[in-house]
C-alpha cells in the first residue's frame, strides 16, 4: 500500500476532514465536467463548426460514458473509506480519482489535437487540486508522468507513428509537424505544471501545519487555563475553612460557654457570624459557577421551582418596593412536580432575569410570572412592561458582552454577560430559552420583555453523577 498519510497528520481529525470534504467535491464536479465535455462536443460539432470525425464523437462520448460510470461507483462508497492510515483510506481514494481523471483527460486531449488541444491546460488544474490533497513527492511523480505522456504522444503524433487527431477550423492541422512548436509547447507546459505544482503543494502543506499548531496551541491553551482554574478554586477553598473556623469560635463565644456576654458584644458577633455565613455562601457560588464556566460540571439535586421563585421575590423585594413595581405570579401547575438540577445555578437564572425586568421596568411598572407544564416541560416566563428590545436585537441578546441598543442609549449599566450565562445553563440541564419583546403584558410606548425557559420535567445526569449538594 503506498504511504500517503504524512506522520504529523495521522491522529488529526482536521486533516481528515478536509480530505473527505474535499473527495465529495471531485465527486460533484465531475458531474459538471461530464455535462461540460457533451456541451463542447455539441458546440463544436453545431456552434463552432470544428467537423469532428465519427471516430472522435464517438469515443468522446464513450469516455464521457465512462466517467460517469466510475463516478457513481465512486459516489456510492465514498461513504465506506476509512480514515486508517496504513490501509486503503480517504487519501488513496483522492489518489485513485486523480489517476483516473488524468487518464481520461489524457484520451480526450488526443482526441481534440494532442500538442495543439485546447484542453491541454486542464492537466494544470488537476495538479492544483492535487497538490492540496496529496504528499509532494506523488504529486511530482504525476506531474512527470504527465509531461512524458505529453512528449510521447506529441513526438508519435510527429513522426507518424500514430494519426494525429485534429480539431478542423480550429488551427492549421500542420502545426502538430513542427518540430520547434513541439519543442517550446512542451517546455512551456513542462515549466508551468511544475511550478503550479511547486507552489500549491508548498502553500497547502504549510496552511495544513499553522491549522495544526494552532489547534495545539489552542488545546496546550485550554488546558493551562483549566489548570488555572483548579487552581484558583483551590485557593479560595483554602479561604473557606479558616472561615468555617471562625464561625465556630463565635458560635462558642456566643453560645456563652466562655462567660456571659454583654448584649452590645452579642448583637456585634451575631452580625459578624451572619457576614461570615454571606462570605462562606459567597465562595460556594464562585466554585460553582467556576465548574460549570471551565470545568464543565454542575451538581444535581431535585429543586421545586416555585420555591426558587419565591426566594428570588423575597431577596428582591426591597427593589421592587423602591421601584413600586407590581408582581403577580400565576403557578397553573396542578402537581408541584420537583425538577433534577442544580438548584443554585436554577435560582441564580431566574434571580438574573427578575433583576433585568426590574432594572428595564420603570416606577409603578409591572411583572408577572407565570408557571406551567407542557409538552413534558416546566416552563416558566418573566414578563414586564418595560423598555423592550428593539427586534434587530432580539437574536443578539444571548452573545457575550451584547447589550440592547435602547439599553445603551439610555444609559442602564450593564456587562452583557448575564444573558449569555443564563443561555448556558439552562442548556446544561437540556432546557431552552426564549426572550420575545413586546411581552404579553406590554403597553404602548412600554413594549416590555419576555423570557420563557423550558425545563424538562425528568432527565437523567449524563454529565455527573447524581448527588446531593452539601454546603
Known sequence: MIRLVPEWARHYEEFWAAIRKRNIWFIKLRYAAILALLVFIVISEYILDFSLTYFQVYSLLIIATAILVY???LHLVKDRIKEIPGKFNVLHF?????????????????????????????FIFHMIIGSLILPGKVVYTLAVSI??????????????????????????????????????????FSFVILTSVYFANGIARQLYKLEQDLVESFDK??????????YIMAVVHEIKSPLTVVITYLDIILSKMLGPLPEQIEERIDRAIIRVREAVGLINNVLRISKLRLL??????????????????????????????????ID?????ITLLGDKFLIEMVISNLLSNAIKYTSHDGNIKIALWIESGYTKLSISDDGIGIPKSDLEKMFGDFFRASNAKRDGFEGTGLGLSIVKQVVEKHHGTIVIDSPSDI????????????????KQESTDSKLKKHVE
Not at 221 to 229: S, Y
Not at 297 to 313: D, P, S
Not at 323 to 328: A, D, L, N, P
Open 71 to 73: 463516478n457513481v461507483i
Open 94 to 122: 483522492s489518489l485513485l480519482q486523480i489517476l483516473l481523471d488524468l487518464l481520461s483527460l489524457a484520451l480526450i486531449v488526443y482526441l481534440t489535437g494532442g500538442a495543439v488541444s485546447p484542453l491541454y491546460y486542464l
Open 147 to 188: 509531461i512524458f505522456y505529453f512528449l510521447i504522444f506529441s513526438l508519435l503524433e510527429f513522426y507518424k507513428y500514430i494519426p494525429h487527431q485534429y480539431l478542423s477550423g480550429y488551427i492549421g492541422t500542420s502545426i502538430y509537424d513542427n518540430f520547434k512548436y513541439i519543442l517550446i509547447s512542451n517546455f512551456i
Open 221 to 230: 491553551l485550554h488546558k493551562a487555563e483549566i489548570e488555572k482554574q483548579k
Open 296 to 329: 464543565d460540571e454542575i451538581v444535581y439535586e431535585e429543586y421545586e421551582i416555585g420555591q426558587l421563585v419565591e426566594n428570588v421575590l423575597s431577596a428582591r423585594k426591597s427593589n421592587l418596593e423602591s421601584k413600586r413595581i407590581s408582581t403577580e405570579t
Open 332 to 336: 397553573q401547575r396542578k402537581d408541584k
Open 442 to 457: 406590554g403597553k404602548e410606548g412600554k413594549p416590555g420583555t419576555q423570557a420563557t425557559i423550558s425545563l424538562p420535567l
